[in-house]
């Protein structure tokens, strides 16, 4: 059974730190590329805001870049999203994306406000 889930969300104030987990599980992790998205209150499209490709290297997001980083561990079968300096505007539900199978996680909200 092909599942991606997503932890680590809440509520931080900004300049604040969270780190976003995501357990993947019933699909050949190391052969597919990951992604994180953000879907911003309100809104309904999912803005692309990291991916790790199968060999390590990494894209992102003007908004996050330098902020951000996404890493991943094949042998856990995680893929982590570590946040730094957080911002009201980063305030979305996260989501995480199996290019392989294009399966996509529950998400999980990460809040920044004072």
């Known amino acids: 059974q092909v599942q991606l889930v997503e932890s680590g969300g809440g509520w931080v104030q900004p300049g604040g730190s969270l780190m976003l987990s995501c357990a993947a599980s019933?699909?050949?992790?190391?052969?597919?590329?990951f992604r994180w998205y953000r879907q911003f209150p309100g809104k309904e499209e999912r803005e692309l805001v990291a991916?790790?490709?199968?060999?390590?290297?990494?894209t992102y997001a003007d908004a996050v870049k330098g902020r951000f980083t996404i890493s991943r561990d094949n042998e856990k079968r995680m893929v982590t999203l570590q946040m730094n300096s957080l911002k009201p505007e980063d305030t979305a539900v996260y989501y995480c994306?199996?290019?392989?199978?294009?399966?996509w996680g529950q998400g999980t909200l990460v809040a920044v406000s004072s």
């Open positions: 994306h199996a290019m392989l199978i294009n399966a």
């Open positions: 019933g699909f050949p992790f190391s052969s597919s590329a």
């Open positions: 991916t790790v490709f199968t060999g390590g290297p990494t």
